[in-house]
């Protein structure tokens, strides 16, 4: 287990501790937490904490690497004589052409494949409609998930088709506050994916981690749900319930055929699309769920290896993955 700040383990929390709230309906608030999902929170908590912490440092590094290649290309125009000097600014001048040539040509190469995609793709849907269950700040995680999955779907080389339902209130609010979100090709629903997809309906199959039915294959007519809800141990089975209740199949990915968890198997929605995604492209579910699921979710088998090592490695996958995440969120905003 990595070290605290202070040098010690995670923080524990106690019975006296009060559990995390959210904004939830007036008709009733959400379950207490256990004492174990307490823990569980206040290790998320100082994980989170830390990755803040190194998320600023990389920023000030980032900001000192422009800084240093500025004066770097100052210093080589004052030094060089003014023939010498116009040709530097003309080869710069021109490689800035190319690179707006070659985005502008990734963007078209982009909307013909999601266009595409609307035709004979993989219908993928987020389920918008549990808004009212999550505060300010869960809602903005979502909003960050759907933003991480269009621009992953983006770059596919077949992408699926992407629905986002019950897209109103708060949710919609959020969402339209992205620049560029109505330029989006992607399928905007206010209404449920029922009413949306009503001629569907004997071909939805809601994914959660709570149906007895294990996923072993996609197929193209079928239409995949997933449920757009943050922070699920609040609200466990309510993705089954609601597929029931409308009487509708459930389905959960393999996970357990292929790793093992270090707690439940319930997945954010940009790890859930990321991997349908992969599995379209592979085939394959378990180079799937590795290429996607981070170390820290996996169990750790291998006991030759010690905890700094683990630790270490865990560290680099996910600064890789919020890397990652990162370009692919600039590159919507750039996009847009």
Same mark, same amino acid.
């Given at each position: 287990m990595p070290e605290s700040p202070d040098g010690g383990a995670p923080p524990q929390t106690t019975d006296a501790e009060n559990p995390k709230t959210a904004v939830g309906k007036p008709s009733g608030d959400p379950p207490a937490l256990s004492k174990n999902a307490r823990k569980k929170l206040a290790k998320q908590q100082w994980f989170e904490a830390k990755k803040a912490e190194k998320k600023a440092a990389l920023k000030e590094q980032r900001r000192r690497e422009v800084e240093r290649k500025r004066k770097e290309w100052e210093e080589s125009l004052a030094n060089v004589h003014e023939e010498e000097r116009a040709k530097l600014l003309e080869s710069r001048r021109i490689l800035r052409k190319e690179r707006m040539e070659k985005r502008s040509q990734e963007k078209e190469e982009k909307r013909? =494949?999601? #266009?595409? %995609? =609307? $035709?004979?793709?993989?219908?993928? /849907?987020?389920?918008?409609?549990?808004?009212?269950? !999550?505060?300010?700040?869960?809602?903005? #995680?979502?909003?960050?998930?759907? !933003?991480?999955?269009?621009?992953?779907?983006?770059?596919? /080389? #077949?992408?699926a088709r992407l629905w986002l339902t019950g897209c109103e209130g708060e949710m919609e609010s959020a969402l339209k506050r992205i620049p560029g979100f109505d330029k989006w090709i992607i399928e905007k629903e206010n209404r449920s *994916? /029922?009413?949306?997809?009503?001629? @569907?309906?004997?071909?939805? /199959?809601?994914?959660? %981690?709570?149906?007895?039915?294990?996923?072993? $294959?996609?197929?193209? +007519? @079928?239409? *995949?749900?997933?449920?757009?809800?943050?922070?699920?141990?609040?609200?466990?089975?309510?993705?089954? +319930?609601?597929?029931?209740?409308?009487g509708i199949q459930t389905a959960k990915l393999p996970i357990a055929n292929f790793m093992k968890m270090s707690s439940s198997q319930v997945l954010t929605v940009n790890q859930v699309v990321e991997i349908l995604l992969k599995f379209l492209e592979t085939r394959d579910w378990k180079t799937s769920f590795f290429a996607v699921i981070p170390q820290r979710k996996r169990c750790q088998s291998d006991s030759e290896k010690n905890a700094e090592d683990k630790a270490e490695e865990e560290n680099e996958q996910d600064d890789e993955l919020?890397? #990652?995440k990162k370009k692919c969120v600039e590159e919507v905003l750039s996009n847009s």
């Open positions: 013909e =494949r999601l #266009s595409l %995609a =609307r $035709e004979v793709g993989q219908n993928v /849907v987020v389920d918008l409609q549990f808004s009212h269950l !999550m505060n300010p700040n869960e809602i903005h #995680s979502l909003v960050q998930q759907i !933003m991480y999955c269009y621009a992953v779907n983006g770059r596919c /080389v #077949s992408p *994916y /029922v009413e949306a997809l009503s001629d @569907k309906k004997e071909d939805l /199959v809601y994914l959660t %981690a709570d149906s007895e039915t294990v996923l072993e $294959e996609l197929d193209l +007519k @079928k239409v *995949y749900i997933i449920g757009g809800l943050v922070d699920r141990n609040r609200w466990k089975g309510i993705t089954l +319930k609601k597929a029931q209740e409308q919020t890397a #990652s």
